[in-house]
């Protein structure tokens, strides 16, 4: 066993590593924490999150565990079986939250209370001032074994799941079946609700109650195109949605049989503000810039209708220009611009 004794000064090492393993267990327990309750992307994306910052935050537990042995008074036997101990908790930890929604949320127990508890015991062997108010006997008994419980329960469960059950693979199968079949359920209950939303639709209706179904990709655009093309109010309903700032989803305005001179200011207005996004500050820009390239036949259909939108498109074209960066961005720019009013 090494001769250790107590290092002199302020152990500015162990505070900074406790420091750090403070704000790592902060974001570590948030996900841990919020991966409960939620469906199972959100809870995948959440354990993920967190086994990331588990590594750190145990590989830092682990500084301070060196740092108790090299400046504070550790015992090797305890050092060496921690060296052990410390990696096995963190997959025990793991392995305590994979398995909580399964067998029970007081797993969870593991991943929470590892991290303080060993931050105790490193930072009680770094502390010798503190070996006299907490005896070497029952602190290593209360720590060592409250550790040893945490990682050897999860593992245990974990080795106990991996062992055939057939009963239990029988009510996971049902709950996958059942977990299917309300999947369907409400997938059909939307296509129904779907359908007859749809069927509602008429001349009465307005041209905004038709903007879910008129993307290309849409399995009623053409029978939504059709009914948009008979909607008596489409001018006006046209000119409000563009007030909304809704351009993007008004990429078929010009199959709407609608009057170029009613909406030509509106449009205009509505291009010039879908231009002034495609700015390098935001973070959208490129998609801001695609966008125009999807209005590119409303914007020849209305200049072919002698709607002077020179404006709108002198800025689209100097913000496409201004980011291009490809031959694509550059071809919207010069296409843009061969839509201006020849002087």
């Known amino acids: 066993m090494k001769d250790q004794t107590s290092s002199r000064g302020a152990p500015y090492g162990a505070i900074a590593l406790l420091a750090i393993s403070f704000l790592l267990y902060s974001g570590f327990l948030a996900n841990i924490l919020g991966s409960r309750g939620t469906d199972a992307a959100g809870r995948g994306m959440a354990l993920g999150f967190a086994a990331i910052i588990g590594i750190v935050l145990w590989l830092v537990l ?5 740092l108790a042995w090299f400046n504070g008074r550790l015992p090797g036997w305890l050092a060496a079986v921690m060296l052990i101990v410390l990696p096995v908790s963190a997959i025990a930890a793991a392995a305590a939250a994979g398995l909580a929604e399964d067998h029970g949320w007081w797993l969870m127990t593991a991943p929470v209370a590892l991290p303080p508890l060993l931050a105790l015991l490193a930072l009680w062997g770094r502390l010798p001032a503190l070996h006299g108010i907490l005896p070497f006997g029952p602190t290593s008994a209360v720590l060592g074994g409250a550790i040893v419980t945490l990682t050897v329960v999860p593992l245990a469960m ?8 057939p009963e239990r693979d029988a009510r996971r199968a049902e709950q996958q079946k059942q977990y299917e079949q309300e999947r369907e359920r409400a997938a059909q209950q939307a296509r129904e609700e779907e359908e007859a939303r749809f069927a509602r639709l008429g001349p009465q209706s307005s041209l905004g109650d ?8 849409s399995t009623r655009h053409a029978e939504a195109l059709a009914g948009a093309r008979l909607v008596e109010s489409r001018n006006q309903d046209a000119v409000a949605l563009l007030h909304e700032g809704r351009l993007g989803a008004l990429e078929a305005l010009w199959q709407l049989d609608l009057d170029p001179a009613q909406i030509c200011e509106a449009y205009g207005a509505a291009l010039h503000a879908q231009a002034l996004k495609i700015d390098r500050s935001q973070s959208s820009y490129v998609s801001a810039a695609l966008d125009i390239e999807w209005q590119l036949a409303n914007m020849k259909w209305l200049a072919a209708s002698r709607c002077n939108l020179d404006q709108a498109l002198t800025v689209a074209e100097a913000r496409v220009r ?3 960066d490809d031959v694509r961005l550059t071809g919207i720019a010069d296409q843009v611009a061969a839509l201006r009013t020849p002087k």
Do not use: R
Not at 158 to 165: L, S
């Open 322 to 324: 201004a980011i291009a």
């Open 62 to 66: 682990t500084g301070l565990f060196v």
């Open 210 to 217: 038709y903007l879910d179904f008129l993307p290309p990709g």
């Open 158 to 165: 974990g080795w106990i799941a991996t062992m055939p059950n």
